[in-house]
Structures are given as C-alpha cells and as structure tokens.
Nanobody, 124 residues
Framework: DVQLQASGGGLVQAGGSLRLSCAPS????????IGWFRQAPGKEREGVSC????????YYADSVKGRFTISSDNIKNTVYLQMNSLKPEDTAVYYC?????????????????WGKGTLVTVSS
C-alpha cells in the first residue's frame, strides 16, 4: 500500500526553524514527485513546495521562497522540508503528498496519495 508519513511539526516562535520529514513507502520513490501542501484554518489547501525525485527539480510557492528548502534523500527514501524564518502566517497543517507523475504540479487535484498532516504552529 502507498503510504506517506509526515513528521516534524510543532510549536515554534516567529523567526524560528523546523524541519519536516516525509517517508513515503509502497512505490518506487524515484518515479514520482513529492509535494508539501498546507492548509490553514478556514483556508484552502495550497501547494508549498515540491521535488521531482527523477531529476531533483524543485518548486516553491512565492510565499516561502528564500525561507523554505526542500530536499530528497534517495537512499533513505525521505523528503525533507527545512523551514527557516517562520512567520505566524505559516501556521497550518502540513501534508506531504505524492504527485500523479514525476513532475511537480503542486496542484491538489493532481495528487493521488495524501499523507496525514503534521501541525506547524508559529507564535508571534
């Protein structure tokens, strides 16, 4: 079965850092892009970042460029999201997800498997 296990969320003060991890299983890691999405209370789910495990191309939403870094360990089959200079508006449940193919779309409708979310809370 395809599973994506996200971890690393927590409570942090504004300006702080967190690193999220996503450990997918049940499929060939190198064949798919893995994305991070987030959903804040009362808002729609939005794409944050994505990495293609075939060519390691990456995508970042404008709101996180320069602050977040996505990376992939193809030996450990794990995707990381390093989040620095966190802001209160980054508060959300963060989900890792498998894109339907090898390229990043960062469109929720193109995700075929979602992991359970991990809560990130940034206090001001």
């Amino acid at each position: 079965d395809v599973q994506l296990q996200a971890s690393g969320g927590g409570l942090v003060q504004a300006g702080g850092s967190l690193r999220l991890s996503c450990a997918p299983s049940g499929f060939t890691f190198d064949d798919y892009a893995i994305g991070w999405f987030r959903q804040a209370p009362g808002k729609e789910r939005e794409g944050v970042s994505c990495i293609s495990n075939s060519d390691h191309s990456t995508y970042y939403a404008d709101s996180v460029k320069g602050r977040f870094t996505i990376s992939s360990d193809n030996i450990k089959n794990t995707v990381y999201l390093q989040m620095n200079s966190l802001k209160p508006e980054d508060t959300a449940v963060y989900y890792c997800a498998r894109e339907a193919g090898a390229e990043c779309t960062v469109v929720p409708d193109w995700v075929d498997y979602w992991g359970k979310g991990t809560l990130v809370t940034v206090s001001s």
